[in-house]
């Protein structure tokens, strides 16, 4: 019914830049939330940068300064721009998107590794 897609994960050198994509699709009749989440080996699942399908951006206190999230020109297509990585940013990147209704859609996730 609605499928979320990521994009754009890779190995990258400490302070270096990448780019996610995500991509929601199907039964969608307006804007939604979107955001980011990252989930490193042995660690829970933390939110990186949310948008509200008013424009209005959270994110993460380890993240800001550094990543921005923001809309593309379709609808409920979003984009995280990734610089100085770290690290400590290797994960797997998520896409969520808020509803329609009380439920989340969830992408599959895209690895990002920050290594030399």
């Known amino acids: 019914q609605v499928q979320v897609v990521e994009s754009g994960g890779g190995l990258v050198q400490p302070g270096g830049s990448l780019r996610l994509s995500c991509v929601a699709s199907g039964r969608l009749f307006g804007i939604y939330g979107m955001g980011w989440y990252r989930q490193a080996p042995g660690k829970q699942r933390e939110l990186v940068a949310h948008?509200?399908?008013?424009?209005?951006?959270n994110y993460a206190d380890s993240v800001k300064g550094r990543f921005t999230i923001s809309r593309g020109n379709a609808k409920n297509t979003v984009y995280l721009q990734m610089t100085s990585l770290k690290p400590e940013d290797t994960a797997i990147y998520y896409c969520?998107?808020?509803?329609?209704?009380?439920?989340?859609?969830w992408g599959q996730g895209t690895q990002v590794t920050v290594s030399s």
């Open positions: 969520q998107l808020d509803g329609p209704g009380p439920r989340d859609y």
């Open positions: 948008i509200t399908s008013g424009g209005n951006t």
